[in-house]
């Protein structure tokens, strides 16, 4: 890495300012998009919860699953730059054909961004770790402020999307959902052509890549079977009641490839890739309580939440809104404490990531405490609640990312940035299911109304089964609302506590890596 002045920006690499800015855009269009679809499927599709739950459960399952081939490809053949710019091509493509109102287009769309972002995502990431030293103080605090261009993109993205497809139609909030991802891939290939990457990035191995086979280089022949494999994933999405088959494939794969890296590598980097694999299951039990923000919280906050100043897609944006607020700080507290030797390390992190999510959703529990004559809740909960489950994501998802790259063998690391993706990947299927247990049917009430968590439900919220059944069709969906929220909340709050209690002992399987 060139350390001169030249190159370096506020501190940091300059490429860091390239990646910071076409990351925001692509994920402006990425959470701009997912704002509007479950509520389009439920308002303009007339899809049912369930049915909607299960599509955007599988959609956004498969989005991190296909990091672990792009990751493969790019580590092998394409290098971080052509895999970054072709996922980009796609993501945009996908975006723009969701404005077509037809079941090949809607499909289709979903398709392509699945496959698009398997490519632009883990490595627009790994290319972030390529820019720092292996021990560089300030890599944590880059990756942090990284992280704040994600959510500065999720932040604006449901308000102006909304805004548009409130004010114009469904399909001019796609519309430009797509554009955001077009100015994406502009600013990163502006960074290209500036050279402010200087030799990070390129294709591995030239020759393998200049290949032939048909007349066809190996970068061509990737882009072909990326477009070839669209309809399979769009299948996939329409009949994703079948999806634990794929997750049985992917598992596979993954405890495959993983056991073949294992037996390759040295003792140091084969503890460290063991800790690298339980931060990714932590992230798994995170991402399936946290992503109920895109599905069952959003229809929470339409249906049972008095919304003051925004709709309920618009909500989707109060938890990047705080990563705005926060990360610079988070960003400043780490070097600082870095500086003093007082910074926690990752293991005591994870933790405390946990901790904090499950107070957030218990605070959501709480809000049953405000409910009004019509089953509404005050939005000073569901404010409050994403306030504290932004903090236990600060403390969590960034640090990961920045962990993955340390923790990775070098020649691995795109592939290992997959695999941490392949938390959401699991995360989003089992938060399809704890979506699904907030649907409501008529004279039943879900699992956590009984036994153990049923008493947790009621001393949280003061609300009994007998109660809610007593009410109104909209108290007995806000009780199971509620319900659900209060119980993982609990969960994750014993999980954090046991992580907490274990992290002297994965400090030292990380080997000296903090």
Known sequence: MNTSNSNEAFGHPKGLLYLFFAELWERFSFYG??????????????????????????????????????????????????????????????????????????????????????????????????????????????????????????????????WFAESYGWHYGFVLAGIGMVVGLLVFNKGLKSDVFGNKGFEPNTTLYNKTWLGLNKGQQITIAAFLT??????IIKFHQFEHYLVWVVSVFLIGYIIYILKSVNAIEKKRLTVAIYFTVLYTLFSAIFEQAG??????????????????????SINAGFIMLFAIPFSILWTYLSKRKKNPNS??????????????????????????????????YLVLGYLVLTIGELFLSPIGLSKMTELSPLKYVAFIMGVW????????????????????TEGETNVFTKGIFGDTVEFITGITPEIAMQNSDNFQQLYSYLSVYASFGVISVIVGIFALLISPVIKKLMSGVH
Request: charged content about 10%; hydrophobic content about 55%; some cysteine.
């Open 33 to 162: 998009m997912r704002a509007l679809l479950v509520l389009y499927m439920t308002k303009q599709l007339l899809f049912t919860d369930d049915m909607a739950f299960g599509i955007y459960a599988a959609y956004m399952s498969l989005v991190y699953v296909t990091p672990m081939i792009g990751g493969i490809l790019a580590d092998k053949i394409l290098g971080f730059r052509k895999a970054i710019l072709l996922g980009g091509v796609l993501m945009a493509l996908g975006h723009f054909f969701l404005t077509f109102e037809h079941p090949v287009f809607f499909y289709g769309s979903l398709g392509l961004i699945i496959v698009g972002n398997g490519f632009f995502k883990p490595n627009i990431s790994s290319f972030v770790g390529d820019l720092y030293q292996q021990g560089d103080a300030r890599r944590d605090s880059g990756f942090t402020i990284f992280y704040l261009g994600i959510n500065l993109g999720a932040a604006i993205a449901p308000l102006a999307c909304a």
């Open 230 to 235: 669209v309809p399979l994933f769009a299948i």
């Open 295 to 316: 599905s069952s919280l959003t229809l929470f906050a339409d249906r049972n939440v008095n919304l003051v100043g925004m709709d309920a897609a618009g909500t989707n």
């Open 347 to 380: 293991a005591i992190k994870f933790s405390l990531g946990l901790i904090f999510l499950g107070l957030g959703f218990i605070i959501f529990a709480l809000s049953a405490h405000s409910v009004d004559e019509l089953a509404k809740t005050s939005m000073l």
């Open 421 to 440: 993706f392949s938390a959401n990947f699991y995360g989003h299927y089992f938060a399809g299911k704890i979506a699904k247990l907030t649907t409501v």
